[in-house]
DNA sequence: GATGAATGAGGGTTCATTCAT
DNA sequence: GATGAATGAACCCTCATTCAT
């Protein structure tokens, strides 16, 4: 009885290829504009659909913004995780893969709108800064722990290492994405460089006993 | 017709007291709602004062926001050159200084409101973003790069310090007012002891020359 | 292209049924929503069909109301008539009868909603107004003032009789039809009682040549 | 602090004549396009304002209305009342006076159309419908029931008299406006003459002892 | 015939900005 | 200078109507 699209259980695969190019002409909408200034009327345009259609898939703008925060996160969840089982790598190896991974996907893409758009618009949509601490940080910071974990043990580095916060190997990526974010055409940065330099001093200093 | 206090080159003692409550009132609003969330109404009450008097002093509210901006970089600017120049301290001494001042800067007050509203709206506003990327954060990179030549200069650091890009030694502080800005609330972060962490590995690797 | 059952002069028994569910289903969402309200929508999941399936059986949103006054106003017509026609009556009772009929059929069910909906939109629809007045209302008039003059005729009612306003004998009625409507819940009229009052009161009225 | 006026306890002079321009104008467009159909724009062009002004003085559409529905029922509630207590008429003058009062009352003018959009959209918004009943039908039942009862007292009317449904009274009245809503182009119906008939038989009846 | 996704005009409401007091 | 009522453009969302399947 003319439910919408977005109210059923399931959504056909026209009907999903629909639902996505939504998201994907919301994520850049909202990115160009945020939350607040991004017009339904430019989604649906971006979309090459009415606008009107916009509101059979999703409820209302909230919604829609939700369905891209949960869209973006989704294939971001498990490419970390897998890295962090990586058996026959060293710790180091391991670091460096996971900060090299954290770097690549928050430097650009999709996942660097998102982090954007976390950062301006969370504090006002709490569940889904939730759901993004939840789905994307805390594994993140989870799978780092472990590497420094398992270094420690392994001798690899010195006493110390399990406590320390993850954020230390975390800082650089992150700060390699906001800067993308804000002054790429102003002071251009080469994130692989950065990393270069940040793995470098940061693994020799976890190697340290002095 | 008078000239409106926005328009004159100098304003009264209790002009500029007024100026100063608008801005103020304004960060906090800009800062509870973003920029286009924020209703001038909103900035008057906070700011005691009727929705016309704001733009006595501010034309509109892309004015309003710039001055929110400038005002909240001027007392910041000096601070950080400071750090850079005391002359009696080493390099490692330096640098922690340097960061520890950075991660306490922008992990709270003006400061954090202000790097938070620079990533959510700095790419609307070039102008705004050039100002603080020339005002705050050039000065604060070349403080520290200048602190990683003088250590590899004097010895305390292994060849190649001067090179490295001075974003690692931001990274921490940045991912700690991140951190704080969003996941505060879920995942309390001492940011004291993230910037320890941080100073003791970094500053070891930087000194290790194996 | 087969025409639509609309377009057809005569429609199948499975049509002819689909059509009166249809019908059923928008008095009840028009006496709900009022016409602007009502969404065609809710017609149609009320009448579990979908909602192009509308537009097979009415042009548009307003041929739908036309259908709904048409068809409930089509039974109402004989009966009001045949009550005018009994012959073995003296006119106390023939008004009796019709007085209650009219009582009857204002007070409750889909007369009672054609009452309001007219009301409240027979403004607006001109054509209707006048189906509704020529159909519904000049014949119960023609029958009650027929019923005036016989007993004033036959000496039963005092002389004069037959100049008297039928829509006195028809005020109590629609009165209790539009106090029904209204205020049923929060102050319940008993309408045979009503018009037990009206009728004694009344009926003595037109006897009584003091 | 900028707030509506219509957030104030008390406005202006040149406010309240504002207030009661827009109010004159929402109730000829909700009597000409209903409470849905009435459009904010039309109300607003009617009282010579903008739109957005009617915002100020009413919180939405629906307050709008419901200002409507009090500011006629206001002048209403008393001129009822008072026909009531003229102590020096007998009890037929009285009933007289107040079914005449209803008939001029509800056949013309504000309370005509507030009449129309209770029994239109009274259903949809239960507490107008509660105010309406309360502040005007509720008093004016109470009136004739009053003189019912006196006329009983008195000898005027026969035993009984007390218990008739003051509606008896009032369905020509109602009857009459209904009318004059519905069909006064179509058949032009005499309300004065129409409550001459209504009163001289249903007080002929109230007299009668047969 | 029946369906329901798609359309887009329309309307309620908000709010930056203006200006008479 | 300060005020806040007034303005009207803008935008979210609804829903009558269409039409491809």
Redesign the pocket.
């Known amino acids: ?5 977005a ?2 259980d399931t959504l ?1 695969r ?2 999903q290829r ?1 639902r996505d190019d939504i998201v994907e002409a919301a994520l850049k909408i909202f990115d160009r504009d945020g939350f ?7 989604v ?1 345009a971006e979309a ?17 913004f939700e369905g891209v925060v949960r869209d973006v996160v989704k294939p971001a969840v498990d490419a970390v995780e897998r890295t962090a089982e990586n058996e026959h790598m060293s710790a180091s190896e391991r670091l460096e893969a996971q900060v090299t991974l954290i770097g690549e996907r928050l430097g650009k893409g999709s996942m660097k709108i998102l982090l954007r758009l976390m950062i301006a618009e969370g504090p006002r949509h709490d569940n889904l800064r939730d759901f993004y601490f939840r789905e994307v940080v805390e594994p993140g910071m989870a799978a780092i722990r472990k590497s420094l974990a398992d270094g420690e043990a392994s001798g690899e580095f010195r006493p110390g290492t399990a406590d320390i916060h993850p954020q230390v190997l975390a800082g650089a990526p992150m700060m390699g994405a906001i800067w993308r974010i804000l002054f790429q055409e102003l002071a251009p940065l080469d994130i692989d460089s950065l990393l270069d330099d940040h793995l470098r001093t940061v693994l020799a200093g976890l190697r340290d006993r002095s």
Chains 1, 2, 3, 4 share one sequence.
């Open positions: 009885m003319t439910a919408r699209p109210e059923r056909s026209s009907q629909r607040e200034g991004a017009r339904i009327d430019d649906a090459g659909i009415a606008k009107g259609t916009v509101y059979l898939y999703f409820e209302n703008k909230e919604a829609l």
